[in-house]
């Protein structure tokens, strides 16, 4: 019954694939061990090497014209004992999952731009709200695209379903500028073409914040650490392990080659639990709470020493040291999305445990963070601009922080 219902859902991958020439030995090794382990393609004409080979090409495909990934991804495996089922739930989360990291983007492109042209408080907040909403509608854009992987097996009676899906970044944020900038236009009071020109900027530079597997210098440390995990029984949705180690390994390592500071800044978390997107979703949140825990604790560890330095008035540092021991909510709030670098998973028993890696750029988040409590800190009695200056000093030096890590 269940092969009968893949029979008739089942639609050929579109798109021919050359032959993996630099991965090729990698490629076909994952694919072996994928077979091996029951997994099978949906499409007679497509292999499941074919598909890993496309997955990876669209991950690692830079657009010329803004140096960031030209694809977005994402991946998801799901378990009922309906093959229709699984194709629907995996399909809603991937569009759901690419839609939520487009908006991200965007609203944390407009939050930087609009307080760089230090627009009116209540327009801000006007075109901040109408962008969060947007999400579903950048789901309505995504029906319709044709995954790059789709590997089905069957467990204990139930059929499990892996489905990557893949979609071009600029021409999608291109539509959903259109229709925000014609929305807007029509239903905001003062709109004016300053505005417009401003939502432009946004949803153009949006696409720079695509930076997940775009630094990937293959060795043979990576090679190694790869097949040691995948002999633990490790696995991927997507693209080979090594690859994502790969893209780890740089994203730690990553310097600004002005100020020597790490570009990003990194967690990792590992998580256990029965559905697989819950432990995603457990994953997230984890390495969020520690990013936000590692910025807040450079962004305090600066302030005592510069509160220390400068002798600044008791009262004032009772009150700083008061807000930085809270305010590491206030961190997280300001993290839309992100990267994940590493994500790979083993299975034992019921029980999906998952591994994750994410990273977030550094010296945006601590800007944004200082944004936000400068905001919070004008409101303390006896505040100056002195004060303020010295805030801009702290944050700023807490970037170097990094370099210590």
């Known amino acids: 019954m269940m092969t009968v219902l893949i029979a008739i859902q089942c639609s050929p991958i579109h798109g021919s694939y050359a032959q993996p020439v630099m991965y090729g030995e990698d490629i076909r090794s994952a694919a072996d061990a994928l077979e091996n382990e029951g997994w099978r393609t949906l499409d007679a004409n497509s292999s499941i090497a074919e598909q890993l080979y496309n997955t990876r090409t669209k991950k690692y495909e830079i657009d010329s014209v803004t140096g960031s990934r030209k694809y977005i991804l994402s991946s998801m495996e799901v378990e009922y004992d309906n093959f229709i089922v699984c194709q629907s739930v995996a399909e809603n989360y991937c569009y759901a999952d690419i839609a939520g990291q487009l908006n991200s983007w965007v609203l944390s492109e407009s939050a930087q731009q609009l307080e760089i042209k230090e627009e009116s408080a209540g327009m801000r907040k006007s075109i901040a709200s109408y962008l969060e909403k947007r999400t579903s509608y950048a789901v309505q854009k995504l029906n319709g695209l044709s995954p790059t992987q789709v590997l089905i097996k069957e467990r204990e009676g139930m059929c499990v379903l892996r489905m990557t899906v893949a979609c071009e970044v600029a021409p999608l944020l291109e539509q959903l500028r259109d229709e925000a900038v014609g929305e807007l236009r029509n ?219």
Request: proline residues 1%.
């Open 187 to 405: 239903a905001m009071q003062g709109w004016s073409r300053e505005y417009e020109n401003l939502l432009f900027g946004v949803f153009n530079d949006a696409q720079k914040h695509n930076q997940e597997g775009t630094c990937v210098q293959y060795d043979e440390e990576c090679r190694k650490k790869a097949a040691e995990l995948e002999n633990k029984g490790w696995h991927s949705l997507d693209v080979p392990i090594a690859d994502q180690l790969s893209d780890t390994k740089c994203k730690k390592t990553a310097v600004d080659s002005m100020t020597n500071n790490l570009l990003y800044v990194t967690a990792t978390a590992v998580v256990s639990d029965k559905s697989f997107v819950v432990a995603q979703a457990l994953a997230d949140n984890q390495c969020k709470s520690e990013i936000a825990t590692q910025i807040n604790s450079w962004v305090m560890s600066e302030a005592v020493t510069q509160l220390k330095d400068r002798g600044v008035n008791p009262e004032i540092q009772d009150e700083l040291r008061e807000f930085f021991s809270k305010s590491t909510s206030m961190v997280a709030q300001q993290i839309r999305r992100l990267y994940r670098t590493l994500q790979m998973y083993k299975r034992e028993g019921d029980i999906y445990t998952l591994q994750m890696t994410m990273a977030y750029e550094l010296s945006p988040l601590i800007d944004q963070f200082r944004d936000a409590a400068i905001s919070e800190l004008r409101k303390v009695k006896g505040w100056t601009m002195e004060y303020e200056d010295l805030m801009y000093s702290v944050f700023s030096g807490a970037k170097s922080y990094s370099r210590k890590k």
